[in-house]
């Protein structure tokens, strides 16, 4: 989704005052920034779902 957004807003030239241009290169915005937001989200979740092996307390001296 990344990849997409940043396709569709380096594929327009920075001088295109056309609006269907200016509406696809805010929508390759977008879609770039959602993309990365659904990536950080993600690794969050991964983080913090991680099972974690449990404490042994063994006190033999």
Do not use: C, H, W
Request: no cysteine.
């Amino acid at each position: 989704m990344f990849i997409l957004g940043l396709l569709m807003y380096y594929s327009i030239q920075i001088g295109e005052t056309d609006q269907l241009f200016r509406s696809i290169k805010n929508t390759g915005t977008f879609i770039g920034l959602s993309g990365i937001g659904v990536t950080l989200a993600g690794i969050l979740l991964y983080l913090i779902n991680r099972n974690e092996p449990p404490i042994q307390e063994k006190y033999d001296v």
